[in-house]
C-alpha cells in the first residue's frame, strides 16, 4: 500500500489539543509557565510553524549530519592540524567550547519548557525536535573538545567553565539564565528562539564557519555549519506566537521581550565574536570584519524579520550601531589586561598590518584603542611585562555581568550610569542595561557580581591568590597568557605616535 504524503496527514497528527478530564485546564497549564497573556485556545490552535517536519525525516537529516562532522574530524585528526595550529585560533576554540557546549544543554531545557507547557500544538511538536536538536549540539560540541584536552588543559573548561565560578562564566551565565531558565513558555520562545537564534546566531556560526574555513580547519567549520541548520529550523518557533500576541493586544509585552533578550546577548556575543573575528584569527584569513556580519545579519536581516512579524526596532538601535563600532574592542583590551584570570590565551595581535586593517574596517581605531595598545607595546619592549597587567579587579557591570570600559576609547563614563536600589548602589556600562534592569528590577537586584563576593565575605580570605583558586584559575588549569608570547610587538620596535 502506498504511503500518504506528509500533506494528507500532517496537520492531523501534531493537532494534539485535548479537553482534560482528570485535572483543570489550569492545572494542567498553569498560567505562569504556560501562557500569562490570558490567550484563548482557539487563537493558540491558530498556531502555524514555517518549517515543517517528521519524525522519520528528521532523524535520516540529523544522521547524515553527524556522519559527516565526525568523518571531517577524523580526518583532520591524522592530519596533525591542531598541532600545528595558530595559537591564538586556538584560543578561539576554548573560548567556543567552554561558552556554549553546556549551554547547549540549557537551551533544550528551555525547549523542554515549551514542548511541556506551550498551549499551541504546533509549537510543542517543534520544540520537542528542538531538544532533540540542543542534546545533539551539546554532546558533538563536548567530544570535539575533548579530543584536544590531551593537546592542551584549557580545552576542559568546555566541561568545567558552566560549574565554576570564574568571572567570564559568571558573565555568560547571566543572560542565558535570565533569558531561557526563568521565564513561562511563550516568553521564553521570543527571547530564545526569535531575538537570540534568529537575531544573532547567525553572526556566531556563518561568520565563523567561514573564517574557520579560510585557515583550514574544516572541523570545527563543518560542525557550526551542521548546528546552525537546526538553529535556523527551530529559529522560527517563535514567528506565529509574535503574531498571535500581536493580533490578541500584546505586541508591547512582545516588543519589551525581544528588547530585553537581543541586548543581554548581544553583549555576550560581542565577546564571544567580535573579539576572535577581528583580532584572533589570521589577518591573511579573516573573511570580514564584526562590524560587516553584523550589518549583514543584524542591520539589514534582523531589521526586515522585526517589521515583518510586525515589530518595531529596539528603541536603543542608535546604540547598539555605536557598540558595534567600539564595545568589543573596549572588551579585547579589558580581557588581554587580565588575561591570567580566563582559562584561554588571548593575543594582543597588534602588527603593523592589523593596526592598519582595524583602522580601515573602524575609521579612528589608532586615535582611540590605538593608543591603549601602543603603552603595552612600549612596555613589552622596555622588558616591563609586569606593566602590561591590569591591577585589582575590573569594575562589573551589574546587568551584563562585563567590565564597564570607555566608549569610544577616549572617555571614562563609569559613573554615569549608577543608581541607588534598596541601600545598595547598582554600576551599569550603558543606558540600556540600567534600562533592562528597571523593567524588573526584583529579579536582578540580589545578584552578586565578582566584586560583590570580595565585598561580601563569600570570597575569604579576599586575596589576589585566593580569588583566582575560587575562579578555578590553577585548579581547573591555569590562567591565561599571551597567545603569541608578545611576538606582535616585539617584532616592531614601535614609533610611537610617529606623526606627532
Not at 296 to 313: I, S
Request: glycine fraction near 6%; include cysteine.
Amino acid at each position: 500500500m502506498a504511503m500518504l504524503e506528509r500533506a494528507e496527514w500532517y496537520d492531523l497528527a501534531r493537532t494534539t489539543n485535548w479537553t482534560p478530564t482528570y485535572v483543570s485546564e489550569a492545572e494542567m497549564f498553569p498560567p505562569e509557565m504556560g501562557d500569562p497573556y490570558g490567550i484563548p485556545v482557539s487563537e493558540w490552535e491558530t498556531y502555524d510553524e514555517p518549517y515543517k517536519v517528521t519524525y522519520r525525516e528528521y532523524v535520516s537529516i540529523q544522521r547524515e549530519k553527524d556522519s559527516g562532522a565526525y568523518s571531517v574530524r577524523s580526518a583532520l585528526q591524522r592530519s596533525k592540524y591542531y598541532e600545528k595550529a595558530d595559537p591564538a585560533y586556538l584560543s578561539l576554540l576554548k573560548l567556543h567550547y567552554a561558552a556554549i557546549a553546556l549551554s547547549e544543554y540549557q537551551t533544550g531545557q528551555a525547549c523542554a519548557r515549551m514542548a511541556r507547557f506551550g498551549r499551541a500544538p504546533g509549537m510543542r511538536n517543534m520544540a520537542t525536535f528542538g531538544v532533540l536538536d540542543e542534546l545533539r549540539h551539546g554532546q558533538i560540541q563536548l567530544s570535539f573538545a575533548h579530543q584536544l584536552t590531551p593537546l592542551d588543559r584549557q580545552f576542559d573548561w568546555a566541561q568545567q567553565s558552566q560549574r565554576s565560578n570564574n568571572w567570564a562564566a559568571i558573565g555568560g551565565r547571566h543572560p542565558l539564565d535570565d533569558v531561557m531558565m526563568t521565564r513561562d513558555a511563550v516568553t521564553t520562545s521570543i527571547m530564545l528562539n526569535f531575538a537570540f537564534e534568529t537575531g544573532l546566531t547567525n553572526v556566531q556560526m556563518i561568520g565563523l564557519s567561514a573564517d574557520a574555513a579560510n585557515i583550514g580547519d574544516f572541523t570545527f567549520s563543518n560542525l557550526i555549519t551542521s548546528i546552525q541548520s537546526d538553529e535556523a529550523r527551530h529559529a522560527q518557533i517563535a514567528t506565529p506566537l509574535i503574531e498571535i500576541l500581536i493580533r490578541n493586544g500584546h505586541k508591547a509585552e512582545a516588543q519589551k521581550s525581544v528588547d530585553i533578550a537581543f541586548w543581554r546577548i548581544w553583549k555576550t556575543f560581542a565577546l564571544l565574536t567580535g573579539i576572535p573575528m577581528d583580532y584572533w584569527f589570521p589577518l591573511e584569513k579573516r573573511d570580514q570584519s564584526f562590524k560587516e556580519y553584523m550589518q549583514e545579519f543584524v542591520l539589514v536581516q534582523f531589521e526586515r524579520q522585526l517589521k515583518d512579524v510586525g515589530l518595531d526596532l529596539p528603541w536603543y538601535w542608535d546604540h547598539l550601531k555605536h557598540e558595534i563600532d567600539t564595545y568589543h574592542h573596549t572588551q579585547q583590551a579589558g580581557i588581554w589586561s587580565w588575561r591570567h584570570t580566563i582559562w584561554w590565551n588571548p593575543t594582543g595581535g597588534l602588527g603593523a598590518a592589523e593596526r592598519g586593517w582595524l583602522e580601515e574596517k573602524y575609521p579612528g581605531w589608532n586615535d582611540t584603542f590605538g593608543r591603549y595598545w601602543d603603552v603595552i607595546i612600549d612596555n613589552v619592549n622596555k622588558g616591563e611585562e609586569e606593566k602590561t597587567y591590569a591591577i585589582g579587579t575590573p569594575a562589573i557591570c551589574c546587568m551584563c555581568q562585563q567590565t564597564i570600559a570607555t566608549r569610544g576609547g577616549s572617555v571614562w563614563e563609569a559613573r554615569v550610569h549608577q543608581k541607588e536600589h534598596k541601600g545598595r548602589r547598582y554600576n551599569f556600562c550603558s543606558p540600556v542595561c540600567e534600562w533592562v534592569f528597571d523593567q524588573e528590577p526584583e529579579r536582578y537586584d540580589d545578584f552578586e557580581n565578582m566584586n560583590d563576593r570580595l565585598y561580601s565575605g563569600t570570597i575569604d580570605p579576599p586575596t589576589p591568590e585566593n580569588l583566582l583558586r575560587y575562579m578555578g584559575i590553577g585548579v581547573i588549569s591555569e590562567g591565561g597568557k599571551d597567545a603569541h608570547d608578545y611576538r606582535w610587538a616585539t617584532e616592531q620596535i614601535p614609533k610611537l605616535r610617529a606623526a606627532e
